[in-house]
């Protein structure tokens, strides 16, 4: 599997709150177009810059084929809609909101997320599902 032509999630590993979403997102993207991987785990470290892979409030994901990375809200967003689920489409209406406005209420809940959400992981995925989630 080439790394590149995948579309990869970038989560904080040891997050309540991201563990959750990941699991949200995965079970609505019914073709399994998306992958997953810990901020903390290698394929961030082959291909995330240390910036990224350092800061844990902040969620990165990487389309398909593309080399640009999109961080917080844009990032969450845009594995929404590349989900094709039915939330692509309140995805889409919130995308059109200014940046400034997505990523302060992001980060609003990306600083208080540990706070909020104690349980750090959740249960392992099935083995099916455990294949979408990258080292």
């Given at each position: 599997m080439?790394?590149?032509?995948?579309?990869?999630?970038?989560?904080?590993?040891?997050?309540?709150?991201?563990?959750?979403?990941?699991?949200?997102?995965?079970r609505r993207d019914h073709e399994a177009k998306l992958r997953f991987a810990p901020l903390q785990g290698s394929t961030a470290g082959a291909l995330l810059p240390a910036e990224l892979r350092t800061d844990l409030n902040t969620v990165v994901y990487k389309r398909a084929e593309s080399r640009e990375l999109y961080i917080k809200s844009d990032a969450a967003l845009l594995a929404l809609i590349d989900s094709g689920s039915a939330c692509r489409i309140p995805a889409r209406l919130a995308h059109v909101l200014p940046r400034g406005m997505r990523n302060w209420l992001y980060d609003c809940i990306a600083n208080n997320r540990h706070r909020l959400f104690k349980k750090k992981t959740c249960p392992l995925p099935t083995e099916e599902a455990g294949q979408r989630f990258l080292p």
């Open positions: 080439d790394l590149e032509t995948q579309s990869i999630l970038f989560f904080d590993g040891n997050c309540g709150l991201c563990s959750r979403s990941v699991n949200f997102l995965r």
